[in-house]
C-alpha cells in the first residue's frame, strides 16, 4: 500500500482562544498567525478552521456538514495512566472515562492498550491510548 500516514487533518472550531490556550496547556506545539490555527505534535498536525473561515463558506474543500465538535481524536501517549492522569490535572482537564481496555490502531487493529477519553473547549472528543 503507498498510504503511509496522515499528514494533517482539519476541524471546525468556535472558539479559537479557549482551544489554543486547551491543546497549548496539553503540551502540543500551538500555530498561530492570526488568521490560520494549527496545532502539532510530531510530524502530525490539525488545522483549526475559525468561524469567519467556516460560517461564510470561505473554506470549501471541507466537509460540508462539519461543525464544532465533530472531530475524535485519539492520541498515543508515551507514558503510564498516572502520567497522563496527572499532565491532564495539571492542564485543567476532566477525564470523562478511563483507562479502559480498548483496541487501538496499531499492528493492523489488532493493538490492546488502555484508553483515557476528554473533550476540548469545543466538545471534541480527546482520546489517549497507552500501550503496553
Not at 42 to 53: L, R, S, T, V, Y
Not at 67 to 79: L, N, T
Request: net charge negative; hydrophobic share 40%.
Amino acid at each position: 500500500m503507498a498510504i503511509r500516514s496522515f499528514d494533517h487533518v482539519a476541524i471546525p472550531i468556535q472558539n479559537v482562544d479557549a482551544m489554543l490556550a486547551f491543546y497549548r496547556a496539553l503540551g502540543f506545539d500551538v500555530k498561530d498567525n492570526g488568521r490560520r490555527y494549527s496545532v502539532h505534535f510530531g510530524d502530525n498536525k490539525i488545522n483549526f478552521h475559525p468561524p469567519e473561515a467556516w460560517q461564510n463558506g470561505r473554506v470549501a474543500l471541507r466537509g460540508p456538514t462539519a461543525v464544532p465538535g465533530c472531530g475524535d481524536f485519539c492520541f498515543v501517549w508515551d507514558g503510564t495512566a498516572d502520567s497522563l492522569r496527572a499532565m491532564l490535572a495539571k492542564a485543567g482537564v476532566q477525564v470523562i472515562e478511563g483507562p479502559v481496555e480498548r483496541m487501538g490502531g496499531r499492528n493492523g487493529g489488532d493493538a490492546e492498550g488502555k484508553r483515557l477519553d476528554q473533550r476540548d473547549p469545543d466538545s471534541n472528543l480527546l482520546e489517549f491510548m497507552i500501550y503496553p
